[in-house]
Structure formats: C-alpha cells, structure tokens
T-cell receptor, first 114, second 113 residues
Framework: DGGITQSPKYLFRKEGQNVTLSCEQN?????MYWYRQDPGQGLRLIYY???????QKGDIAEGYSVSREKKESFPLTVTSAQKNPTAFYLC?????????????FGEGSWLTVV | AQSVSQHNHHVILSEAASLELGCNYS??????LFWYVQYPGQHLQLLLK??????LVKGIKGFEAEFIKSKFSFNLRKPSVQWSDTAEYFC???????????FGTGTRLKVLA
C-alpha cells in the first residue's frame, strides 16, 4: 500500500538525549514535511524539504535537525537543545505542485521526555 | 505574516444538528484551501479541497465548504451531523505555486448521540 510510515509510534526519551524519528514514504512525492502538533496550537511547521539534499526551516526549527539523503526518507532529530520536546510529531508529503499539491500525513509519533 | 484563523475552538452539537466551522486566512494572492479531519486515534485525513472553479466544494461524508474570496473565508458545513463526526477539524491554506501549508489551530467537534 502507498503511504507514509512513521516510526516509532511512541517514544520516551530522557532529558539531555537526542532522538531520531523516522519517516518513509512510497508515494514518489518530492516534498516532505515535519509538523509538531500541540493541543490548542494546531500544526506548526518544523522543517520541510522540496528535493533531495535540500531542506528549509519552518516556524519552529530551533532544537531540531533533519536530513534528506533519499527521496523516500526524511528523518527528524529532536536534540537536547529543544526546550519542550514532548509532543505529537507528524510527517507529511506532497506531490509536485503541478500535480495538485495536496499534503498527506503519516500516523504520527508521540514523543515523551521523562 | 500569513495565518489561518479558526474561531471556534470547541463545538458541541446534538446529532442531526447543522454544522458550520469558520476559517479565515490572511494572504493576498491566489491560494489553495483544504479542510482536514482527525478522528480520535487516527491520522489527519483530507476532507475536501479547493484549487479553482466552483467555490462550493463537496467532500467526503456529506461535508462541503464555500470559498468566499472577498471575505478570505473557507467555512466548512454539514447539514446534519452524526455521532461519528466527532473529531478535530483543521483548515489549511497553501499559496498557489508553493510547497507551503499554513494550518489553523483546529476545532474540536463533539457530537452527542
């Protein structure tokens, strides 16, 4: 089945540790995104990537890092510099603009810092 | 800065009541507009979208939305809600020709059986 796979679904991290969230898509989409969802704040963009080996900061990039070495993969690292990392993280992708730029989401990853 | 406002944060309705959720955006150019729904424990799903043409668009499960350009609005409607419509609803705007998507803060709808 085509889709976006995020792993792990639930993750616990100790303060001071970095953690990497995986996102893989087999939709052949060019663009990929990471959003953070907090209650009452909607979805806030962390990073996005339009093509391989290129990515741009979103609205809340501080304390996060990404890579885009393959079209299918866009992992997000939550570093120890992120002051409030406990949240629900959503990965998404979208096709080329001329194909109609509807954004599709994975099922999300819950990160809890303990 | 571009933004999307959803003024209703929490809505509680009885089954069969009519629904209208407001969405306003701030952007002067051409936009693509979306409504997404997140059912409890599930991922975000596309409900409907507007790119061009007829400003009244119909989506899944009996939902529709009307784009009113002069009001920068894209309100979501359903004539008769069901208990299964209990979910969180997000409005999103994407300036045409870009990969940028701006989401509203969401509206939590609870439908009482």
């Amino acid at each position: 089945d085509g889709g976006i796979t995020q792993s792990p679904k639930y993750l616990f991290r100790k303060e001071g540790q970095n953690v990497t969230l995986s996102c893989e898509q087999n939709l052949n989409h060019d663009a990929m995104y990471w959003y953070r969802q907090d209650p009452g704040q909607g979805l806030r963009l962390i990073y996005y990537s339009q093509i391989v080996n290129d990515f741009q900061k979103g609205d809340i990039a501080e304390g996060y890092s990404v890579s885009r070495e393959k079209k299918e993969s866009f992992p997000l690292t939550v570093t120890s510099a992120q002051k409030n990392p406990t949240a629900f993280y959503l990965c998404a992708s979208s096709p080329p603009i001329l194909s109609g730029n509807t954004i599709y989401f994975g099922e999300g990853s819950w990160l809890t810092v303990v | 800065a571009q933004s999307v406002s959803q003024h209703n944060h929490h809505v509680i309705l009885s089954e069969a009541a009519s629904l209208e959720l407001g969405c306003n955006y701030s952007y002067g150019g051409t936009v693509n507009l979306f409504w997404y729904v997140q059912y409890p424990g599930q991922h975000l799903q596309l409900l409907l979208k507007y790119f061009s043409g007829d400003p009244l668009v119909k989506g899944i499960k009996g939902f529709e939305a009307e784009f009113i350009k002069s009001k920068f609005s894209f309100n979501l409607r359903k004539p008769s809600v069901q208990w299964s419509d209990t979910a969180e609803y997000f409005c999103a705007v994407s300036p045409s020709g870009t990969y940028k998507y701006i989401f509203g803060t969401g509206t939590r709808l609870k439908v009482l059986a």
